[in-house]
């Protein structure tokens, strides 16, 4: 999300140490995590955050979060600010907070009415962890839905999140996304 | 988020720089069009006719039908003679801000009328942003902006990326917040003219001294490295309460018509402070609620809000305090069942296992088809075998 809510900040200031490329079907070490994708992505972003899309981002996003330490801000990369107030993940959250925080990280990206339709415990390898399902609108007005799975480990948040316009590309992509979620592994980057 | 900041900050104090070396331009008399459509101002008018049609379609806007026809009534009362000129936008954004655009539209954002406590300092916040359109305040800003490329195409970025992508009006707004930035005696200006509206207009004139005087609370407390609404370009200093305070009680009493400004609001409390504590701008909220709290018109969703606030916060005591605000919101009768469901949360952190599996149960009786279902079965699990 905040991936796209910077993109033109990012591009001006951190050009020089992101990857920007094609992510090939087959399997795929992102930043400590593994995951075998079904089919070719476009990949930018740096370690720690990127995002993953087929037609553009604003018809499919796939954000990969990872290593977010207690105290960081959740879906943002400015962590300079290491006291303080805002949404920050926390090692206490449990799934249901980590949900909370989630929803309103949307909001304050400009999500609108960013609600979680669904949450439930879900295994990643042998990992305890939580997916959720959401949908909001973007400023225009355009259904989106999201999927997410998220789990800790090394104490820190590791998270994806998808999401398309609910109509055609949500559901075109899900099978694909299940099947990436599925497939993820912490390895330990 | 504070990347932004710093681009607003960087943005702001470029400005400053070159404030004051363009004369102003000379009030809008009513009904003022720009007519040379080769002016820069023709072309100012025709940027904000473009944010101003996705504003009118976007879903970030308060679809309250009552709410907006009491918004331009008291605009029409405090400015009878602009009425037809203005266009106001309510706009669900937790932080306090209104901002008035060179063409007529005016935005008020819903974190302004959830600390705007009567019609009368709701329609000096009208009055003075009235001010800013009258006197074409933008239209001299946006001349010194012009001057420095870089800020043009600061802010042409921000007004691509309205019409793009998830980034919300909050965003948008900010990114346009240096034309907003018109200065210490534009806001003075601003101040009096408002206070000269609602006084002719009946409207207590005490009431803007009490709003600023609140506003000024909320911003010594506030964590100054997060996004700040409209304190970014209109400081809430104690000189400005006191002056507004002391011009106010200058000019005698008038009616505040607090009741019926309440009632509108009212149903929209519980959403509005989920928003402002979506934030999580503690000690700033917390500054709100106890002000909000102390109201004759404080309801559940306040109290509940301000549990919520020492849940999340989590700081020393703070999960005890907000154990004991659940259980007066458990008391009451309109009492949410998602109280339950927070209360669980905060008695599991608190070492009280079965009491919080309890309450969780508690909840999910209230709501079965909670979309969290399935995670809260297996907390209670987690609860239940410890
Ligand atoms: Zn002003």
Redesign the pocket.
């Known amino acids: 999300m905040m991936v796209l809510r910077w993109l033109p900040l990012i591009a001006l200031f951190i050009a020089g140490c992101s990857s920007n490329g094609l992510v090939r079907p087959g399997s795929v070490q992102v930043d400590g995590l593994q995951l075998r994708p079904g089919t070719a992505w476009t990949q930018r972003g740096v370690k720690g955050e990127r995002q993953w899309t087929i037609d553009g981002p604003q018809l499919n996003a796939l954000e990969i979060y990872t290593g977010i330490k207690d105290g960081d801000f959740i879906f943002d990369l400015d962590q300079r600010n290491k006291r303080g107030e805002g949404l920050r993940y926390r090692a206490s959250m449990n799934a249901l907070e980590l949900q909370e925080l989630i929803v309103a990280g949307l909001r304050e990206a400009g999500a609108i009415d960013p609600e979680s339709i669904r949450l439930a415990p879900r295994e990643v390898g042998d990992l305890p962890g939580f997916e959720l399902e959401l949908r909001f609108a973007n400023a225009q007005g355009l259904h989106y839905r999201a999927l997410g799975l998220g789990f800790v480990a090394d104490q820190r948040l590791q998270f994806l999140l998808y999401y398309a316009p609910a109509e055609y590309y949500f559901e075109r992509e899900r099978r694909e996304i299940e099947s990436l979620f599925a497939s993820l592994r912490w390895t330990k980057g | 988020m504070n990347r932004r900041i710093v681009r607003v900050g960087a943005l702001i104090a470029l400005l400053w720089l070159n404030a004051c070396a363009v004369a102003p331009p000379p009030p809008a008399p009513v009904g003022y069009q720009p007519t040379d459509v080769s002016s820069d101002e023709a072309g100012l008018w025709a940027q904000m006719v473009k944010i101003e049609e996705s504003l009118a379609s976007s879903p970030a806007r308060v679809n309250d039908p009552e709410l907006q026809r009491y918004l331009n009534d008291v605009s029409c009362k405090v400015a009878p003679d602009y009425c037809e000129d203005l266009r106001i936008y309510l706009i669900r954004e937790p932080y306090f801000n209104a901002a008035m655009y060179p063409n007529g539209v005016m935005l008020v954002w819903t974190g302004l009328l959830l600390r705007v406590e009567d019609e009368a300092q709701l329609a000096f916040v009208l009055g ?2 009235l001010s ?1 359109f009258r006197h074409r305040d933008t239209l001299a800003r946006w001349r010194q902006i012009k001057r420095t490329e870089n800020v043009v195409a600061s802010l042409s970025v921000a007004g691509g990326a309205f019409g793009a992508g998830l980034v919300g009006v909050a965003g948008a707004v900010s990114g346009y917040a240096a034309l907003f930035a ?1 200065g210490r005696d534009l ?1 003075r200006q ?1 101040d009096r003219y408002g206070l000269e509206r609602i006084h002719q207009a009946g409207y207590d004139p005490s009431a803007p001294g009490r709003l600023w005087q609140s506003m000024w609370e909320e911003d010594r407390v506030r964590d100054k490295a997060l996004l700040s609404g409209i304190f970014a370009t ?1 400081p809430a200093t104690e000189e400005r309460a006191s002056e507004l305070g002391r011009q106010g009680a200058e000019l005698g009493p008038g009616s505040d018509h607090r009741s019926r400004y309440q009632a509108l609001i009212a149903p929209w409390r519980g959403q509005w402070l989920d928003d402002e504590l979506g934030r999580r701008h503690y000690a700033q909220s917390e500054v709100l609620l106890r002000r909000l709290l102390s109201w004759p018109e404080a309801d559940v969703s306040t109290r509940y809000a301000l549990a919520e606030l020492y849940r999340l916060r989590a700081a020393e005591g703070d999960l005890q305090r907000a154990l004991s605000t659940y259980d007066e919101v458990l008391a009451l009768p309109q009492a949410p069942a998602v109280a339950y469901r927070q209360r669980a949360q905060v008695r599991a952190k608190l070492g009280d296992p079965s009491g919080a599996a309890a309450d969780y149960r508690q909840f999910l009786r209230a709501q079965p088809e909670a979309p969290e279902q399935a995670m809260i079965e297996q907390l209670i699990n987690q609860l239940e075998g410890s």
């Open positions: 003075h942003e800013h018109y806001e601003a209109h």
